[in-house]
């Protein structure tokens, strides 16, 4: 069984940049499937951006491209997120998923979930 913990969170400024790290315990790192997801008080945990196994394919929300880029080192059993032009909308509790199989934007769909770190972005 896998164990996630994320790291990175903070406080940044409107149009600052934070990088997120997630790293994996457990059964081989390389099997997963990892995405990072983000969930603002009284709202439901949002899709971020994924990246499969190899780290050779990324997806991303339409909200977050083109300033979000998440990447993998599959040495370090670690994720990345490094976000950039943050906006204050965007502040969150992110937390970093894994999953066997394929692509998929469902929280539902993976199996096991960081405890998460939080990101506050001030205006």
């Known amino acids: 069984q896998a164990q996630l913990v994320e790291s990175g969170g903070g406080w940044v400024q409107a149009g600052g940049s934070l990088r997120l790290s997630c790293a994996v315990s457990?059964?081989?790192?390389?099997?997963?499937?990892m995405a990072w997801f983000r969930q603002a008080p009284g709202k439901y945990r949002e899709f971020v951006a994924a990246?499969?196994?190899?780290?050779?394919?990324?997806y991303y929300s339409r909200s977050v491209k083109g300033r979000f880029t998440i990447s993998r080192d599959n040495a370090k059993n670690t994720v990345y997120l490094q976000m950039n032009s943050l906006k204050p909308e965007e502040t969150a509790d992110y937390y970093c998923?894994?999953?066997?199989?394929?692509?998929?934007?469902?929280?539902?769909?993976?199996?096991?979930w960081g405890q998460g770190t939080q990101v506050t972005v001030s205006s």
């Open positions: 990246i499969n196994r190899s780290g050779g394919s990324t």
């Open positions: 457990g059964p081989t790192f390389s099997n997963y499937f």
């Open positions: 998923a894994a999953k066997a199989g394929g692509v998929s934007d469902g929280a539902g769909r993976y199996d096991y």
